[in-house]
């Protein structure tokens, strides 16, 4: 191609595809080159003056059976994007316009919601929608459709991406179009399962990139990170999360993140189990017995098997651990990098004994600067009927910046240690149904304060301010109230139901949510009148609830949401999930699932989702024919709660159903499912 352009006018941009061409030029000048039927590239006659300098621009590519794009998009100093016509009837017109927050970095045109034709089963392939997607120089990208006859822009979508720019690079995903986005972090925006998808990628940061395809990579990329240049796959496309798996000795329990570290504390756990110590035991033991089996002849033979069964290493990944039999219990305590999977530090407990809880706390009698990890452990515990010979209190000084683990003390306690929490300078413990606050000694932790009413078993403890919430194994959440004067915890009030909680989060200083083991998550919350300040009362007259009579608290908490899961539920994490996102409440189940609870901010969005929960309850059911709201209801009545999946399910229904819905909410399909992912991407991805 040999295009002449006038003197002192440098060209600034360029957009191509397989049969066009434009170029700007300094001073927003457009010159226009299209392919004829001979291969040759011509100049078209006229060239067009934009109002501002050219930023960016974008060429759609060529639809099959067509001869050349039908729309230019080209983005102006002014903070505009404008769409230029590139049809033979009214060439370089503009046709649309749309304003800008920030200037625009990148462009790119896209074909996304097609289907593939398939020769095998004789479909033919469908067209999909065009969309414009808009990367700005603030990091945030715009995604907004484009009209495929008259040119104009709507449905505007916004999602912030980073603190870099975002660049745009168009790459093709399973034989439709995509778009590789690139601010501080990279991400893929697709379309997957009748929705759009905008997933970041688990990958350090890109520069530049291009769609790559090889015999042994089809839809690859080829891209520069820093001054390397990579060639790239992608993988599990509609996944949200990324996963990096690190294999432990024994079954993890719990962990916890001490502060200012970015290491994680983890108890392992088994049941039936030896320890190494113990196996090397009774590996001796057993080459001993072979060796006095064996006759006079045979002693000689017998030794040496005896030695080759001592030195023979069989690992356990391989060839499955021995079992040791019920009550025999083998634990660590594991100090990791989660980054690189390196273990830093190793404490194995002694045979029987059963790692339970952690916290980490720091104690006003040692000042600022010292960090503890205490962990629970329980002796001889029998899981049915549930018994143990004791517990103890190991009490370790976390040193060298959070990696190392210095042993203090054992402290023995009388029954099950199941929940620990850090709690002003001290440390709360509960031992079996008894709830005590221990601090530090030279020799062991001196027990400092006891409350005898919790009904069965403490199985979790989290504070806020003065208040205490004692999760019971079986009679739901206790709200205990410290006075520090008299040195007494007071019960002051508890739930309504029994409950047999696995797990609770505290949400603010009157509100906590809680699962139980049947998979229901309850959100309680105290009344506005609610009384902590409980004295215990001289006559006796007001404090007969303290003694465990009138069926516990005389103040109790209200329901504010109920909703049946359907899986056991192991724990709750209030959590921002992406950056500059909203704080939502991440639950996580038996069998490994993540879902996300997330709360309503208006009136309205809650009244829409009502409303086509509603009707997705009526228009698509279950595939197995049970009732949905039977299900979410299943021990507790609904309450307050819509079912996202449930309403996630409107893109997948047909055409004609999804108007239908729309209509019945006053909308139009595109609107419902843009409410669906604007509340998707204000809280997850």
Avoid at 23 to 47: C, H, K, W
Avoid at 184 to 200: G, I, K, N
Avoid at 238 to 259: C, D, E, H, M
Avoid at 582 to 602: C, D, H, K, R
Wanted: proline content about 4%; overall charge negative; aromatic content about 8%.
């Amino acid at each position: 191609m040999n295009g002449k352009h006038p003197e002192k006018k440098n060209i600034v941009k360029c957009a191509v595809n397989q049969r066009q061409v434009v170029i700007a030029l300094s001073g927003g000048e457009l010159v226009y080159f299209e392919m004829d039927p001979t291969g040759q590239l011509n100049e078209y006659t006229e060239r067009k003056e934009m109002s501002a300098d050219v930023k960016c621009m974008s060429l759609a590519t060529v639809p099959a059976g067509e001869q050349r794009a039908r729309f230019l998009a080209v983005g102006l100093d002014d903070n505009t994007v404008r769409i230029i016509s590139l049809d033979q009837s009214d060439c370089l017109q503009p046709l649309s316009m749309q304003a800008l927050p920030a200037p625009a970095e990148a462009l790119c045109i896209v074909e996304m919601g097609g289907t593939e034709a398939r020769e095998e089963s004789g479909e033919t392939g469908t067209r999909g929608g065009l969309y414009l997607n808009i990367g700005l120089q603030n990091g945030v990208l715009l995604r907004t459709v484009l009209d495929s006859v008259t040119g104009d822009l709507s449905d505007t979508r916004t999602r912030y991406l980073g603190s870099r720019p975002v660049k745009l690079f168009r790459v093709m995903m399973q034989g439709s179009q995509a778009v590789l986005a690139m601010s501080s972090r990279s991400w893929l925006s697709y379309w997957y399962q009748s929705r759009f998808h905008l997933t970041p990628l688990s990958y350090e940061s890109l520069e530049y990139a291009s769609g790559f395809a090889s015999e042994q990579c089809p839809e690859g990329i080829v891209a520069i990170s820093t001054n390397t240049l990579r060639i790239l796959a992608l993988e599990k496309l509609g996944a949200v999360f990324n996963q990096v798996s690190v294999a432990l000795k024994y079954t993890p329990r719990k962990f916890i993140i001490p502060p200012e570290s970015s290491n994680l504390i983890l108890i392992e756990t088994d049941h039936n189990t030896y320890t190494d110590t113990t196996k090397a035991q009774r590996k001796q033991q057993m080459a001993e017995e072979m060796v006095e089996a064996a006759g006079e002849e045979e002693r000689e033979l017998a030794a040496e098997m005896a030695a080759a069964f001592i030195n023979e290493d069989l690992p356990d990944t391989v060839f499955g651990a021995p079992k040791a039999g019920a009550g025999m219990w083998a634990s660590v305590i594991r100090l990791l990098n989660p980054v690189s999977g390196n273990t830093l530090h190793l404490v194995s407990l002694e045979q029987n004994e059963s790692a339970l809880s952690l916290a980490v706390c720091k104690f006003n009698s040692r000042g600022e600067d010292d960090l503890f990890l205490v962990v629970g452990t329980a002796k001889d515990m029998t899981l049915s009927p549930r018994t143990c010979s004791g517990g103890f209190l190991h009490t370790y000084q976390i040193t060298e910046n959070g990696c190392n683990l210095q042993l203090l003390h054992k402290t023995p306690v009388d029954d099950v240690p199941a929940a620990l929490c850090a709690f002003q300078g001290r440390i709360l413990v509960g031992v079996g149904k008894l709830l005590r606050i221990y601090d530090l000694g030279k020799k062991k932790l001196l027990r400092k304060c006891e409350n005898k009413m919790i009904p069965n078993i403490i199985v979790n403890i989290s504070t806020v301010g003065n208040r205490i919430l004692v999760s019971d194994i079986q009679e739901s959440i206790h709200f205990v109230r410290y006075k520090r004067a008299e040195n007494k915890l007071i019960i002051f009030a508890d739930d309504t139901y029994p409950r047999w909680i696995t797990a609770s989060c505290i949400l603010d200083y009157n509100t906590v949510v809680c699962a139980d083991k049947f998979g229901n998550i309850t959100v309680l919350r105290l009344p506005a009148n609610i009384n902590d300040e409980v004295d215990e009362d001289p006559t006796g007259s007001k404090a007969l609830w303290d003694r465990g009579l009138l069926n516990g608290a005389s103040q109790k908490a209200d329901i504010i949401c109920n909703f049946h899961i359907g899986e056991t539920i192991l724990s709750l994490q209030k959590s921002i999930l992406i950056p500059g996102g909203s704080e939502s409440l991440v639950y996580t189940t038996l069998s490994g699932a993540v879902g996300i609870l997330v709360p309503f901010t208006s009136h309205e969005d809650h009244d829409f989702f009502q409303h086509l929960e509603m009707h997705m309850r009526s228009e698509y059911p279950p595939l197995c024919g049970r009732d949905h709201l039977s299900f979410r209801s299943y021990y507790f009545p609904i309450k307050s709660v819509i079912d996202g999946d449930l309403c996630e399910q409107f893109s997948s229904m047909d055409t004609t159903k999804q108007r239908s819905v729309a209509e019945e909410l006053e909308r139009t399909p595109a609107e419902v499912s843009k409410k669906l992912e604007d509340i998707r991407t204000r809280y997850a991805f």
